[in-house]
């Protein structure tokens, strides 16, 4: 069964530096997004990104982030200078479109970031 | 966006059915009702969604009154591995067609042996 694919599954980096988190969404997606838990807290939505740009962000996605997709295969989350508050599981998902219809998302198994 | 109302916690015995309620009172003509449950700290799973209909897959069924107003997501024979939060979420809709969820805090789920 096609899965989306997070790396790495655990990362920790000093408060300042900048992070780049990877994805591999499922091949024939064609919606793929960023949600983050923060330990303890319900799973909050970010971005998602449509046909090579953002098509929707929350207020928590700022300036610091960032999403590419650099290649046909990767989408990646960017983060420019790290805070201890962006400790947190980041998520990847993907979706498609099926007869007009949006189908559901499927996520990955999580980034732990650990900012210290 | 519709909002939902999910009980915080509920048990339900191995091998019975367990039945989740989810109230999403404000929910407009065209939004679909998403269900989704995350064990532990992995990532969220699809479970199902419905319309207006009510719909069964091989994980479980989807119950929606006829006012929309609220739903129910019936876990057939609960296992312990069912043991998991479970979200209940009204799909916001945008212009792309991505499907962005907001997930609630959900209904914590405990299946006892």
């Known amino acids: 069964e096609p899965e989306v694919t997070q790396t790495p599954s655990h990362q920790v980096t000093q408060m300042g530096q900048e992070v780049i988190l990877r994805c591999v969404p499922i091949s024939n997606h064609l919606y793929f997004y960023w949600y983050r838990q923060i330990l303890g807290q319900k799973v909050e939505f970010l971005v998602s990104?449509?046909?090579?740009?953002?098509?929707?962000k929350s207020e928590i996605f700022d300036d610091q982030f960032s999403v590419e997709r650099p290649d046909g295969s990767n989408f990646t989350l960017k983060i420019r200078s790290t805070k201890l508050e962006d400790s947190a599981m980041y998520f990847c998902?993907?979706?498609?479109?099926?007869?007009?219809?949006?189908?559901?998302?499927?996520f990955g198994q999580g980034t732990r970031l650990t900012v210290v | 966006d519709a909002k939902t109302t999910q009980p915080p916690s509920m048990d339900c015995a191995e091998g019975r059915a367990a039945n989740l309620p989810c109230n999403h009172s404000t929910i407009s003509g065209n939004e679909y009702v998403y269900w989704y449950r995350q064990i532990h700290s992995q990532g969220p799973q699809y479970i199902i969604h419905?319309?207006?209909n009510n719909e069964t897959n091989e994980m479980a069924s989807l119950i929606i009154t006829e006012d929309r107003k609220s739903s129910t997501l019936i876990l057939p024979h609960a296992t312990l591995r069912d043991t998991a939060v479970y979200y209940c979420i009204v799909r916001v809709r945008v212009k792309t067609g991505a499907n962005n969820l907001f997930f609630g805090t959900g209904t914590r789920l405990t299946v006892i042996p």
């Open positions: 998902a993907s979706s498609n479109r099926r007869q007009g219809a949006n189908t559901e998302a499927f």
């Open positions: 419905g319309l207006k």
């Open positions: 990104f449509y046909n090579n740009e953002i098509s929707e």
